[in-house]
């Protein structure tokens, strides 16, 4: 079965300072991996995702993650916080037979000025 | 932008009351789900649904609910008895395919009394 670990349920930075949330995974084939962003009284919206091409993806506003297959590893990282970065962050691995998004258990990330 | 909207933003019921909260997908697509975000805890999946019908449901998805897709825009979802423990946000999500990359509408609130 696959599941999602996402290390942290909240993590505080500076602005300006880099931002780093990880999440592990477990997989029994290829995952397709993805970050999704809340932001407070909204939806889900995807970040980016990797579906086995380029190891490094490139998201939007300024995100990118690095899958690292020999530490089971997607972590999610940007050079430079700001203010409206400030969400709840969730990473996933999808069931490829079904569809199904699987998700971590979010990072809460605060912003402070 | 296409999106998924979803009715109501929040609904308030008394315990063994019916609910049904409603979605529309964006236009095109194909696969459909709803998936549930208790207070404090993660985004999880309840059912998927794909060619009018059901392609996978999960353990909390239980005789209690039912999804239809009536008309062929709308896909709702129905509790027929609520629980306490049904309070939750409940999220619509639909995918023009099956990778995973799956668009979520801002959600549902119930607040079960």
């Known amino acids: 079965a696959q599941s999602v670990t996402q290390l942290g349920s909240h993590v505080s930075v500076s602005e300006g300072a880099l931002v780093l949330l990880r999440c592990n995974y477990s997989s029994s084939v290829p995952p397709y991996l993805f970050w999704y962003v809340q932001y407070p009284n909204q939806g889900l919206q995807l970040l980016l995702k990797?579906?086995?091409?380029?190891?490094l993806v490139k998201g939007i506003n300024g995100f990118e993650a690095e899958f690292k297959k020999s530490e089971t590893s997607f972590h999610l990282t940007k050079p430079s916080a700001h203010m409206s970065d400030a969400a709840e962050y969730f990473c996933a691995v999808s069931d490829l037979e079904g569809g199904k998004l699987i998700f971590g258990q979010g990072t809460e990330l605060s912003v402070k000025p | 932008e296409p999106e998924v909207t979803q009715t109501p933003s929040h609904q308030v019921t008394q315990m063994g009351q019916e609910v049904i909260l409603r979605c529309v997908p964006i236009s095109n697509h194909l696969y459909f789900y709803w998936y549930r975000q208790i207070l404090g805890q993660k985004v999880e999946f309840l059912v998927s649904?794909?060619?009018?019908?059901?392609?996978?449901k999960s353990e909390i998805f239980d005789d209690q609910f039912s999804v239809e897709r009536p008309d062929g825009s709308n896909f709702t979802l129905k509790i027929r008895s609520t629980k306490l423990e049904d309070s939750a946000m409940y999220f619509c999500a639909s995918s023009n395919r099956v990778d995973g990359e799956l668009f979520f509408g801002e959600g549902s609130r119930l607040t079960v009394l």
């Open positions: 649904f794909y060619n009018n019908e059901i392609s996978e």
């Open positions: 990797y579906t086995s091409a380029a190891t």
